[in-house]
């Protein structure tokens, strides 16, 4: 009908609140929609919207939604951003830091990235599973290119949204498809056990999939290490069928891992009852600057024939932070088996997020495809592992010079990025309301913000969070 009448006719004002006008054709089109607003404004879901003098009012439907709280450790980052001291350091989120404490992008990457943009490649969906080449390549660094099981075409792998969406696609997937292994508990069949502590989003991702997470014991506060003893007692009491979550290397966020006689036995308890095995790997590479040495625990389970779960990370190790690179692989007994789990993987992913980005895959397909680009990437990664590791004895002695007598020798043994320091949450509330220093309350500090020009400003505030010897 709007079609009969000349829009060039006088606008006419529509609202005494809003400075709006419409010509005839707009003020018919209006009217029918408001003929059907007026409908929806009579049922029981919507209320008409009140207004006062030049406000236009929505109405009102997420109100009784609750703040949320804030995570952990993003949140400190927010708090160390807004916070105006000059003296102020964050030894919170876990993101590499070069001497100078500036954010670092490896040499290896930029040329990478340029090779990439040189060759103009186009920019269309990756496939549900992501870039194959990628896949493949990142299930190779860990298990070895002549690993049997990636050899025999018994992998079943796919690209995700970096170690985070790994570890969701993986929860969707237990969640899904109980173990089917002989004797598996019909109690253990969606129960997901994870170390006390662990990297805190492992207990939202694996909930929010449906899963009911446990913990099984891992720190010794006493001895400010490994609860060995603990936790194979509490694996052993876990039901048959159910999962456990395993910290490939550089255990977040204790920098306590178990020693190859130890992952031995661990290796033996999942063998006896019966336990789906998922690994999360971020620190391949950055946790004793060899990716052959940080992969053995994994490589020891697929050996020995554990049909484990692998989830990889390429934010640590390749400083692609910001790029989710990720990848959740699936050991199974055969290429038919293969097949079909990857089936299930992709209709996991299909609704969640459809398919993985493109460019940070580019990258690590371009390093790790590449003879001299790759071997870069090795010298890159021994040397931030290497810096970490100066940073951890010089705090270290600096600690132990401010007060004679005292141990800090757990800095020492522990390895990767972080430091389970064994202060108190309020001992971590002191350091930051009075100190500055930005650390989560668990007592982690983030060594890669540890410098040279910094150290004995950390040093000595801890030591003055220290209660007397």
């Not at 969640?175 to 997901?192: C, L, M, N, Y």
């Not at 997020?353 to 460019?359: G, N």
């Amino acid at each position: 009908a709007g079609s009969s009448l000349q829009d060039s006719a006088a606008a006419v004002p529509v609202c005494g609140v809003c400075p709006s006008v419409m010509s005839p054709s707009q003020m018919l089109s209006a009217l029918a929609l408001s003929s059907l607003a007026l409908l929806c404004t009579s049922t029981a879901l919507f209320r008409p919207p009140t207004t006062t003098a030049g406000t236009c009012v929505t109405r009102t439907m997420w109100k009784d939604v609750p703040q949320g709280s804030d995570d952990p450790i993003l949140g400190l980052n927010t708090a160390f951003l807004n916070d105006p001291s000059p003296d102020k350091v964050s030894l919170g989120v876990g993101a590499y830091r070069d001497e100078n404490g500036k954010p670092m992008v490896l040499g290896a990457v930029r040329a990478a990235e340029e090779r990439i943009m040189a060759a103009k490649m186009p920019k269309e969906y990756s496939p549900i599973a992501g870039m194959a080449e990628y896949v493949r390549l990142a299930v190779a660094l860990m298990l070895g290119e002549n690993s049997s099981a990636l050899t025999e075409g018994r992998i079943a792998a796919v690209q995700t949204l970096s170690g985070t969406g790994a570890c969701r696609v993986a929860g969707e997937m237990i969640a899904r498809f109980p173990s089917a292994e002989a004797g598996a508990e019909p109690a253990g069949a969606k129960i997901i056990y994870v170390p006390e502590p662990t990297w805190s989003n492992h207990w939202n991702i694996f909930g929010d999939a449906g899963l009911t997470v446990k913990g099984y014991r891992y720190w010794e506060a006493s001895k400010l290490g490994l609860d060995f003893d603990g936790m194979m007692a509490d694996l052993r009491e876990a039901p048959k069928g159910a999962t456990v979550l395993l910290h490939a290397c550089a255990h977040n966020p204790t920098g306590v891992d178990p020693t190859p006689d130890q992952w031995s036995q661990i290796s033996d308890v999942c063998t006896e009852r019966g336990l789906r095995v998922l690994f999360d790997s971020a620190y391949q590479g950055f946790a004793t600057g060899d990716p052959e040495r940080d992969a053995a625990a994994v490589r020891m389970f697929v050996d020995r024939g554990h049909p484990i779960m692998l989830a990889q990370s390429f934010a640590k190790n390749f400083g692609l932070y910001g790029e989710r690179v990720g990848a959740l692989s699936v050991v199974t007994s055969s290429a038919a088996e293969k097949k079909m789990v990857e089936s299930q993987l992709k209709l996991v992913i299909r609704p969640m997020y459809s398919s993985p980005p493109l460019h940070g895959a580019r990258i690590v397909t371009e390093v790790l495809s590449d003879t001299e680009l790759k071997q870069q990437w090795l010298d890159e990664c021994a040397a931030m592992a290497s810096r970490i590791k100066d940073m951890r004895a010089a705090l270290r002695t600096e600690l132990e010079s401010l007060r004679p007598g005292a141990s800090w020798a757990h800095m020492t043994d522990q390895i990767g990025m972080f430091c389970f320091s064994g202060l108190s949450a309020e001992q971590v509330d002191i350091l930051r309301e009075e100190h500055h220093l930005y650390l989560t309350r668990d007592g982690r500090i983030s060594m890669a913000g540890v410098n040279s020009g910094n150290l004995r400003r950390i040093a000595a505030a801890i030591d003055a969070v220290m209660p007397a010897l």
